[in-house]
């Protein structure tokens, strides 16, 4: 079902705190302390399949949080 309503979400580190985001210089997932330079997306579906995929590659599941616009 299509909103006329955005959702947004982003991934915090349980372990580090921050929200994760991408790297300008050489693309890595790192902890951001701001929400501006958090890794947003744009769907739930995303996020949770970007959560599962970090899980597999670095051990942990990132909290997925929705965001209020």
């Known amino acids: ?3 006329k309503y955005a959702e ?3 991934l915090r580190s349980c372990s580090e705190g921050g929200y994760l985001g991408i790297n300008a210089v050489d693309q890595r997932i790192e ?4 929400l501006d330079r958090a890794w947003i997306f744009h769907s ?7 959560a599962l995929w ?5 051990g942990e599941a990132p909290d997925l949080v929705k965001l209020d616009l």
């Not at 902890?31 to 701001?34: C, E, K, P, T």
């Not at 579906?45 to 970007?50: E, F, I, L």
């Open 31 to 34: 902890s951001q302390a701001s």
């Open 44 to 50: 739930h579906d995303g996020a949770v399949k970007h």
């Open 54 to 58: 970090i899980r597999e590659v670095f």
């Open 8 to 10: 947004r979400y982003v």
């Open 1 to 3: 079902m299509l909103s």
